[in-house]
């Protein structure tokens, strides 16, 4: 399983990006998902990785999340190192691993 999380609002975002980012159901910043893994939502998250952090889903945090599909997260704690650069200089785009140690900081 996949999670991504929106990071940044839609300012300097074109209309695709947005269409994509409403279909995957990420419409307000701080909001996380659970996705399923396919090369189809893969490239939706590509699309829109200058926006989003995403990664693969360990375990232990698939089952807390459950099954709802929309959560509501807050700002991680101690704060991001970026908005506005990729990881792992930044924290936008693809965190592998990684994407579970932001979910636990913004629980």
Same mark, same amino acid.
């Given at each position: 399983?996949?999670?991504?999380?929106?990071?940044?609002?839609? !300012?300097?975002?074109?209309?695709?990006?947005? +269409?994509?980012?409403?279909? #995957? $159901?990420?419409? /307000? %910043? =701080?909001?996380?998902?659970?996705?399923?893994?396919?090369?189809?939502?893969?490239?939706?998250?590509?699309?829109?990785?200058?926006? !989003?952090?995403?990664?693969?889903?360990?375990? +232990?945090?698939?089952?807390? #999340? $459950?099954?709802? /599909? %929309? =959560?509501?997260?807050?700002?991680?704690?101690?704060?991001?190192?970026?908005?506005?650069?990729?990881?792992?200089?930044?924290?936008?785009?693809?965190?592998?691993?990684?994407?579970?140690d932001l979910i636990k900081?913004?629980?």
């Amino acid at each position: 399983m996949l999670a991504a999380i929106r990071l940044r609002g839609h !300012i300097y975002r074109n209309r695709s990006q947005e +269409d994509t980012l409403s279909m #995957l $159901g990420l419409k /307000k %910043v =701080h909001a996380s998902v659970v996705l399923p893994e396919s090369q189809v939502i893969k490239g939706m998250l590509k699309n829109v990785e200058d926006f !989003i952090a995403w990664g693969e889903l360990s375990k +232990d945090l698939e089952q807390t #999340l $459950g099954s709802i /599909k %929309v =959560h509501r997260m807050k700002p991680p704690k101690k704060g991001y190192k970026s908005l506005k650069k990729h990881y792992p200089k930044g924290d936008l785009g693809y965190r592998g691993a990684a994407i579970n140690d932001l979910i636990k900081r913004m629980m």
